[in-house]
């Protein structure tokens, strides 16, 4: 008898492990995909009501200060201090370059913490921050939430990879609902993005419609 063919009884006898292992990583992939399904819908709910708020709050910065429609051939005159105030504090708040510190949450983190401060404002300047910075204190004089993203772009320096930042629509980003602090006891969130149909078939191989 062939080896081919004792493998291929004893692949009836106990199964196919590599379709077993395929079977199982399609499962952890549907359960994964049903938790982060889930945990958007509670958090969406519960940001219903502040989505509300915050579209008001962007109504008012926009000018749209009237409740009710009137007639095509009446004027709806307004006066837009919010708006006023908001562009005049941006520059205000923006006009130097904040002093960003790194702190060390280990002795062993000391050294690391120490050559991310050398370099924070090559870094600062490099990213972009002077055009980013002020649509994040735009986004919490409006909303009261101004929200930038920090994270490691493998694609960067040739391939080496470099640290940016991303400016974060607050309307986009779902926190915990059950956390009363992004830094203690946020255990999770969401941020969604918009992708074209073709951009999510290049990304995960997917066709969507």
Same mark, same amino acid.
């Given at each position: 008898? +062939?080896?081919?063919?004792?493998?291929?009884?004893?692949?009836?006898?106990?199964?196919?492990?590599?379709?077993? +292992?395929?079977?199982?990583?399609?499962?952890?992939?549907?359960?994964?995909?049903?938790?982060?399904?889930?945990?958007?819908?509670?958090?969406?709910?519960?940001? +219903?009501?502040?989505?509300?708020?915050?579209?008001?709050?962007? #109504?008012?910065w926009r000018g749209d200060h009237w409740s009710f429609?009137?007639?095509?051939?009446?004027?709806?005159?307004?006066?837009?201090?919010?708006?006023?105030?908001?562009?005049?504090?941006?520059?205000?708040?923006?006009?130097?370059?904040?002093?960003?510190?790194?702190?060390?949450?280990?002795?062993?983190?000391?050294?690391?913490?120490?050559?991310?401060?050398?370099?924070?404002?090559?870094?600062?300047? #490099?990213?972009?921050?002077?055009?980013?910075?002020?649509?994040?204190?735009?986004?919490?004089?409006?909303?009261?939430?101004?929200?930038?993203?920090?994270?490691?772009?493998?694609?960067?320096?040739?391939?080496?990879?470099?640290?940016?930042?991303?400016?974060?629509?607050?309307?986009?980003?779902?926190?915990?609902?059950?956390?009363?602090?992004?830094?203690?006891?946020?255990?999770?969130?969401?941020?969604?993005?918009?992708?074209?149909?073709?951009?999510?078939?290049?990304?995960?191989?997917?066709?969507?419609?």
């Amino acid at each position: 008898m +062939a080896f081919e063919d004792v493998v291929s009884g004893l692949k009836g006898v106990f199964g196919n492990p590599e379709k077993q +292992a395929l079977e199982e990583e399609q499962k952890r992939k549907e359960e994964k995909a049903n938790q982060i399904k889930g945990r958007f819908t509670e958090a969406e709910r519960s940001k +219903a009501s502040i989505r509300e708020e915050w579209k008001s709050y962007v #109504r008012f910065w926009r000018g749209d200060h009237w409740s009710f429609r009137q007639a095509k051939w009446k004027s709806n005159i307004s006066d837009n201090m919010c708006n006023s105030i908001v562009e005049t504090m941006v520059p205000l708040m923006t006009d130097r370059a904040p002093s960003i510190t790194y702190l060390p949450q280990t002795e062993e983190d000391q050294s690391s913490a120490n050559k991310l401060n050398l370099m924070s404002n090559h870094a600062y300047n #490099r990213d972009n921050m002077t055009e980013k910075f002020p649509r994040v204190i735009r986004d919490m004089l409006i909303l009261g939430t101004g929200l930038i993203k920090v994270r490691f772009d493998h694609e960067k320096s040739n391939g080496l990879g470099e640290i940016t930042s991303d400016v974060v629509d607050p309307f986009h980003f779902y926190p915990d609902p059950d956390a009363t602090d992004i830094y203690e006891d946020m255990t999770w969130c969401i941020l969604t993005i918009k992708m074209s149909p073709a951009m999510i078939k290049q990304r995960y191989g997917v066709e969507v419609h």
